[in-house]
């Protein structure tokens, strides 16, 4: 595609304008309207999103639960942002990130039905109070006397004051919390400080642990649902309560009985989608239908490469990854005010056409493996390749470049072993490897694409070096 030769400069400008859009963070707001594209590149019928707005509509009052599966970088947030903004008018929608709630601080493993159903709680009362200025205090205070049954434990040492922490929770405006942190992270330290010894990831007074009874652990759900009957009551509008970034719980046993145990988070009663655990997608996923979960949907990458022949890239994949490109660089237009009428670049402006070149577009969507995160780090890249150049294209060699510092800082992270498992799966396109095989999927080394089933295909910034030999 040839297009005017725009300089350098102003190049230079786009493309640092462009970088900035690309950075690698789930979309929100009016982001979701400009930059999301449809997942319609795998199969038109199938459109997870979609599939739980309709049931949510339909059905929310039945208080349904749901798991979005997908692996790193497939958009499992900015789709849960997706479904929030097109339910807000029907549910009280009420986001929680457990990695935002501090969580990283407390060790992912350290998280269990219980630590969750009771921020789901904190969650419901914060959102209920900022969205609409409703007193829930006696439902909190009912919720905190539930996390008190469960801090009594029979170990002294981790004995903790639940209203000393509900305090460093900060829902309400409280000075205990440094405000750029997440709510959670002052609470963590707090009880770092208050448990000495004792590890963090074990206290919060019993309520992250495995030891409470089920009689204590019911009793909070029951607090939490008080809650919810109370927001409804005043609303007549359940919450919705969107559950991001447990997928990083690598351990399939944590995983399972977080989201099973006691039937605790099913007993929720309000509908729930949950961001499902990698270590639990693929085969192993039906089994949560058994436990009552509604809805079982997976993200897969963009299939860039034909599932026949897997050595030449899929048109309708590559032109999904060229769409997103393309949406970005409208955004950059806009941004640089290229779409006004006085502006000279207004009517010959070609979107993509000018800044880079077919060749390089076809490369950076295919060698991303279908991975949009790692699309857009590698086009950030070619950008600062030409910048570098003084470009005021990205053409095959800014890609190639940008490739090849991909397929580099990837491959440091291979094992002989794990090479050997990547090979077993390029051969069969399945998770035949077991454990060995699930672990390659969560660091998105072993990529998973729909093919009306799931098909496993190592990235294809890794294929050089499975053809090539062994790490070393």
Excluded at 115 to 141: H, K, N, P, S, Y
Aim: net charge negative; glycine share 10%; with cysteine.
């Amino acid at each position: 595609m040839s297009a005017p030769d725009i300089g350098a400069d102003l190049a230079a400008t786009a493309f640092k304008t462009l970088r900035g859009i690309c950075k690698p963070a789930p979309l929100q707001g009016e982001q979701i309207e400009t930059l999301a594209v449809e997942r319609d590149d795998v199969d038109a019928a199938y459109r997870p999103t979609e599939q739980m707005v309709t049931r949510l509509k339909l059905v929310g009052d039945e208080n349904p639960k749901m798991l979005l599966f997908g692996s790193m970088g497939t958009g499992k947030s900015t789709e849960l942002a997706r479904l929030g903004q097109r339910l807000g008018g029907d549910f009280l929608v009420v986001g929680l990130d457990t990695i935002g709630s501090g969580y990283d601080k407390l060790g992912l493993r350290g998280i269990t039905c219980e630590g969750l159903a009771l921020l789901c709680g904190l969650a419901i009362a914060r959102t209920a109070q900022e969205v609409w200025d409703l007193d829930v205090t006696a439902e909190l205070q009912a919720i905190e006397s539930a996390a008190r049954g469960l801090a009594r434990r029979a170990d002294d040492r981790v004995q903790l004051d639940i209203g000393q922490l509900m305090r460093g929770l900060a829902l309400f405006g409280t000075t205990l919390i440094d405000p750029s942190l997440g709510a959670l992270s002052a609470a963590v330290d707090l009880v770092a400080r208050t448990a000495g010894s004792v590890s963090a990831r074990v206290d919060m007074g019993g309520i992250m642990g495995g030891g409470a009874r089920p009689a204590e652990s019911r009793a909070l759900v029951d607090a939490v649902n008080r809650l919810i009957e109370a927001v409804y009551r005043a609303k007549g509008r359940l919450p919705l309560l969107l559950i991001d970034e447990t997928d990083k719980i690598g351990d399939s046993d944590s995983a399972m009985d977080l989201l099973t145990r006691q039937y605790l988070l099913l007993s929720l009663a309000c509908p729930m989608v949950i961001a499902g655990p990698t270590s639990l997608q693929g085969d192993r996923a039906p089994a949560l239908t058994q436990f009552g979960y509604d809805g079982i949907y997976h993200l897969y990458h963009v299939r860039v490469w034909q599932t026949k022949d897997p050595s030449a890239p899929d048109a309708d994949g590559v032109a999904k990854m060229n769409e997103i490109l393309d949406s970005r660089l409208g955004a950059v237009a806009k941004a640089l005010g290229w779409l006004e009428p006085s502006h000279a670049l207004t009517a010959g402006w070609s979107g993509a056409g000018h800044l880079f070149t077919d060749d390089a577009r076809h490369l950076l969507a295919s060698m991303s493996g279908g991975v949009i995160r790692d699309y857009l780090a590698l086009v950030r890249e070619a950008c600062l390749n030409a910048m570098v150049d003084r470009s005021a294209i990205v053409d095959d060699s800014h890609a190639a470049r940008a490739v090849e510092v991909a397929r580099r800082q990837r491959e440091v992270m291979l094992t002989a072993e794990a090479i050997d498992t990547l090979r077993e799966v390029r051969y069969r396109t399945d998770l035949s490897g077991g454990d060995a095989t699930l672990d390659l999927v969560a660091r998105n080394h072993v990529l998973m694409y729909s093919n009306h089933h799931p098909w496993y295909y190592p990235h294809a910034l890794l294929l050089k070096r499975l053809d090539s030999g062994a790490a070393g």
